[in-house]
């Protein structure tokens, strides 16, 4: 996205787009919403829209209801899929209350009915564009993007709430949670949002040094300590100085090294190898373990003492079968990000395929999901992914595996996966039925032909 320009008063211009098929209504709204100081592009009927909302990222939709094609109801339903958290205003004619209240059903954000007062929609549209800023923020969006942490759920908002909390303070913080919930990227986040940010952020992951060089590369060494050492290297708690010190991993840690990890975090001070010095770091320490280090600490492969010293705050990441409402919004982020990496323009993912995801039981969770992403992306030849674009989560059909994981589901969830699993054989028994004819089927079930032919993409579903 290019860089966004300010408004006068300092606020940041809007990007929004006013859907509606009259052109005086289009008029009319984007010179109000021009006035304010927002960036307005416009389309004149659903399938216009979506194609703009695929093209370029929109902070609110202002849409008309009854149009040509795909309509205001229909477009809601994409949004509502596809870009959760954009808030969408439906702009409707008098005496069409029932249908704005459908809207709203939909996940409209809130309706008005024309003829309208300039005021009353500004209204709107101020307190929208807030809401939608409360929920990015609500994302933690790092706003270079780099370390944006997805998730909105409840057991992630607590994680958020930690991380302000004690993102500023010295404590030792000890991140757990299993391979792929996301604990470099607290342990980032932790980092940037402190008083340290501008100050290194260093990592040792203490699965991967051999033992005979931890002590050398967490501390240093002076020249002539060993056979090699021909100059004097400082280590990683110096190169730390002022920073964050990040030790992943440290479950891994051989008991022997974890003595020489407690000394430091309990004096402050090290000696480079080979060294008489005494140094001291000004280090903020963050630990990540996939481990359970309490049952480590009574089997006795973790050390007690070491563990109550790394575990003052604790920091808990859900696995992502916990949170599979998260998935659609991560979903949306990996599709955005592998989509400009790789050039691609794929816009969703099918309403079978965001089930099978959400019945995944994701051992390797968010990792997992961000390589299925990036490799579907890449392979998709559709705009939209289906499920036989996502490999390994069973093609057409759900596996059994799935099955017993869709029994864990809450309501919503299970529900959701059903009722997409009933659309598709009603879909397909129709299609057979009327021998392949998408019209006649189409008459059949009462829906439009251009609204199966969507739903037959989706599902990969062939008219012959
Ligand atoms: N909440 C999230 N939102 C967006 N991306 C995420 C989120 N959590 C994790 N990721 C992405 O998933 C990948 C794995 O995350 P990360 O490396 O932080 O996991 P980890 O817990 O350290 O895993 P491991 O235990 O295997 O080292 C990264 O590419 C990261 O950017
Ligand atoms: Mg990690």
Not at 68 to 83: F, M, N, R, S, W
Not at 277 to 291: K, Q
Request: some cysteine.
């Amino acid at each position: 996205m290019p860089p966004r320009r300010a408004r006068p008063d300092g606020q940041l211009r809007k990007r929004i787009l006013v859907v509606d098929d009259e052109l005086s209504i289009r008029k009319v709204l984007q010179a109000l919403l021009a006035r304010d100081g927002h960036e307005v592009d416009l389309a004149t009927n659903g399938a216009d829209a979506i194609s703009a909302l695929s093209d370029h990222s929109y902070e609110l939709v202002v849409t008309d209801l009854r149009m040509p094609g795909v309509d205001g109801i229909e477009l809601l339903g994409y949004c509502a899929q596809h870009l959760p958290g954009l808030p969408v205003i439906v702009v409707t004619a008098h005496g069409t209350i029932d249908t704005a209240v459908e809207a709203l059903k939909l996940g409209a954000y809130d309706y008005i009915t024309k003829p309208f007062e300039q005021d009353d929609l500004r209204a709107i549209i101020a307190k929208a564009l807030r809401t939608e800023e409360a929920s990015r923020s609500a994302l933690h969006e790092d706003p270079s993007g780099r370390f944006a942490i997805i998730g909105k759920t409840q057991s992630m908002k607590q994680v958020y709430s930690l991380i302000e909390k004690v993102a500023d303070s010295p404590t030792t913080v000890l991140i757990s949670g299993e391979s792929g919930t996301g604990k470099e990227l607290v342990a980032r986040a932790l980092h940037d949002h402190s008083s340290r940010a501008s100050a290194p952020f260093i990592q040792v992951n203490c699965g991967a040094i051999p033992e005979n060089l931890f002590e050398s590369e967490l501390f240093g060494y002076e020249r002539g300590a060993f056979t090699g050492a021909v100059t004097s290297k400082p280590g990683r708690f110096e190169l730390a100085d002022g920073g964050t010190l990040f030790l992943d991993e440290v479950g891994e840690l051989p008991i022997d090294l974890q003595v020489k990890l407690l000394r430091v975090l309990q004096n402050g001070s090290y000696e480079r190898v080979g060294g008489v010095r005494s140094l001291t770091s000004d280090v903020r320490v963050v630990a990540a373990t996939n481990r359970d280090l309490l049952r480590e600490v009574k089997r006795g492969s973790f050390r007690e003492d070491l563990y109550y010293r790394l575990n003052v705050i604790p920091i808990r990441l859900p696995p992502l079968r916990d949170r599979s409402e998260d998935i659609p919004l991560l979903v949306q982020h990996f599709l955005a990000k592998f989509n400009s990496r790789l050039e691609k323009r794929v816009q969703g993912v099918s309403p079978e395929g965001m089930a099978a995801l959400m019945a995944h039981r994701w051992p390797g969770n968010i990792r997992e999901l961000e390589n299925l992403m990036e490799r579907s992306v890449l392979l998709a030849d559709g705009a939209t992914l289906g499920t036989r674009d996502l490999p390994g989560l069973g093609t057409s059909d759900l596996t059994e595996n799935e099955d017993s994981a869709i029994e864990e589901l809450g309501l919503k969830d299970y529900v959701r996966v059903y009722t997409v699993r009933l659309e598709r054989t009603r879909i397909q028994r129709a299609l057979e039925q009327e021998g392949g004819n998408v019209t006649r089927a189409s008459r059949r079930l009462g829906i439009s032909r251009k609204s199966l032919q969507t739903k037959m993409k989706d599902y990969g579903l062939r008219d012959t």
